[in-house]
C-alpha cells in the first residue's frame, strides 16, 4: 500500500494526492516510486479516462527532497541525473496518452512544477505559487529542456536563470496554467473539466493527445501522414461507430474505450 500516495477512483476520473504534506510534498525517492506506479496503474486501468494530481496540506510539491540529497552526499552516495529519471524520458513515469490534470493547490517548485508539466492541463489557485528554482541550488531542471516547446524561449529562461518563483496569475500569462481559481474552487474546477473530458469517447480523447506531442517534433507533412494513419485506425473501434448511432438516436453514448 502506498504511504506517500492517496488514489482514489470515482466513475471514470481517479485522483492523485501527493502526500507528505509535512515535508511540503516533497519527491523522496519513496514518493518518485509510488507516483510513477499510480501513474502506470491509471494507464493501465480500462474504467478510468482522465487522471487529477494534487497536493495534500498547503503545497503542491516543493520539489525533490534535499535533505534526502544532502543525506546521500554525506554518506558519499553519488548522485546521478539518470538515478532521477526514467531512461526513455526525462519525467519521472512513462507517458500516458490518457488525459491529466494538474489542480495546483500552493507551492509548484522544481519537480513540482515537473509533475505540472507533465499533466496536460493546469488549474491554479489563485494562491499558488510556480517557479524552476534548480539552478539556486547548482543542480538542472531536466524538463526544463523540453519546456520551450510548451511555453515561449523567454519565459522559460527567465524562470530558470532567475529562479525566482512566479504568481498563479504570471503563470497564467506565460501560457502554463489554463485557469486560476479561487482556492475554494479548486477541486471542483478540476473535477469538472475532468468530468467533461471523461463524457467524452476515450479513444479520440486518447488518439489527438499522442498526435499532439508527438507532432511537436515532426514535420507538418509526417505530423498530417500519422494523423490520417492513426484516424483510420480510430474508425474500425466500436466507439467510432457507437458515436454516430447514438447521435442519430440522440441518445448519451456508451462508450466501451475500444
Not at 197 to 214: G, H, M, S, W
Not at 226 to 237: E, N, R, V, W
Request: with cysteine; aromatic share 8%.
Amino acid at each position: 500500500m502506498a504511504e506517500t500516495i492517496l488514489y482514489e477512483k470515482k466513475d471514470h476520473i481517479v485522483t492523485i494526492t501527493l502526500n507528505r504534506p509535512d515535508s511540503l510534498n516533497a519527491i523522496n525517492r519513496k514518493m518518485r516510486q509510488e507516483l510513477s506506479d499510480a501513474v502506470i496503474e491509471f494507464d493501465g486501468d480500462p474504467e478510468l479516462f482522465v487522471a487529477i494530481i494534487t497536493g495534500s496540506g498547503r503545497a503542491f510539491c516543493s520539489g525533490r527532497d534535499l535533505k534526502e540529497r544532502a543525506e546521500d552526499n554525506a554518506r558519499g552516495i553519488q548522485a546521478k541525473a539518470s538515478a532521477s529519471m526514467r531512461k526513455d524520458t526525462p519525467y519521472m513515469w512513462p507517458q500516458t496518452w490518457k488525459p491529466m490534470i494538474a489542480a495546483v493547490n500552493g507551492f509548484a517548485l522544481a519537480g513540482g512544477w515537473s509533475i505540472a508539466q507533465l499533466c496536460d492541463l493546469r488549474i491554479a489557485s489563485e494562491e499558488a505559487k510556480f517557479g524552476i528554482s534548480e539552478t539556486k541550488w547548482s543542480l538542472l531542471p531536466p524538463f526544463g529542456t523540453i519546456l520551450p516547446k510548451q511555453m515561449n524561449l523567454s519565459s522559460v529562461l527567465e524562470l530558470v536563470l532567475t529562479a525566482q518563483p512566479v504568481t498563479a496569475q504570471r503563470a497564467y500569462d506565460m501560457g502554463f496554467v489554463n485557469k486560476v481559481v479561487p482556492a475554494g474552487d479548486l477541486m471542483l474546477e478540476a473535477m469538472t473539466m475532468a468530468q467533461q473530458i471523461a463524457d467524452n469517447a476515450p479513444l479520440a480523447v486518447q488518439t489527438f493527445k499522442e498526435l499532439a506531442y508527438r507532432g511537436l517534433n515532426m514535420s507538418n507533412q509526417d505530423t498530417s501522414a500519422l494523423t490520417y494513419q492513426m484516424y483510420d485506425a480510430l474508425l474500425l473501434t466500436e466507439d467510432s461507430k457507437e458515436g454516430p448511432k447514438a447521435f442519430a438516436e440522440k441518445r448519451k453514448p456508451q462508450w466501451k474505450g475500444r
